[in-house]
């Protein structure tokens, strides 16, 4: 059984859907939308195996800088056969390939990206994902999962995560903003 890595197709959409939300069933990743996936498809690779489609991944532009890779899944009977490493490797090379200095993840299991050599960070030191993403997650206000950053060119540098108070302050406003938005589309005040 050869698994081939390759960039997606518009075909390749339902397959995508059905590896990824089998996982966000289960609430281990956040479930994705056709038209989501169509946005960002050009961006993603996938695994192929006897003409059907086994994992996924995709790297989304953050900013110029960073990429976020994104909506990593496997089909589940090839979990534990090195075929997530190999996206990973993939995108992370993809991500390089495409100009970008540092690819940052959000997971619920950092061993395995750790063992890819990514290093684990504050998410309050990736604010791009947090404020373009994040503050509409369902999940915002109880995150379980942890933010992971490889710089993609030499040496490793991790940053540093913003001061406490700072983040605390930011916190609070994204709180309030996003309570001020749910009454606006209540129709409340």
Not at 139 to 144: R, V
């Amino acid at each position: 059984m050869e698994v081939t890595i390759r960039p997606a197709i518009e075909t390749d959409i339902g397959a995508i859907l059905a590896i990824v939300n089998a996982y966000a069933a289960q609430n281990l990743m956040l479930p994705r939308t056709a038209e989501q996936i169509r946005t960002v498809l050009k961006d993603f690779l996938v695994a192929e195996c006897d003409g059907r489609v086994v994992g996924c991944g995709s790297n989304v532009p953050l900013t110029d800088d960073l990429v976020e890779l994104r909506s990593l899944a496997v089909a589940p009977e090839f979990r534990n056969s090195g075929l997530g490493k190999r996206l990973v490797e993939a995108l992370v090379a993809k991500a390089r390939a495409d100009g970008y200095k540092q690819i940052c993840a959000l997971t619920l299991v950092e061993s395995f990206f750790a063992r890819l050599g990514f290093v684990t960070v504050d998410r309050w030191t990736i604010p791009p994902k947090i404020w373009h993403e994040c503050i509409y997650c369902p999940k915002f206000d109880a995150c379980d999962e942890i933010a992971m950053l490889m710089n993609l060119t030499e040496p490793q540098v991790v940053p540093k995560p913003l001061a406490p108070e700072i983040a605390m302050e930011l916190w609070q406003g994204v709180k309030i903003g996003r309570m001020q938005r749910l009454k606006l589309r209540m129709g409340t005040s």
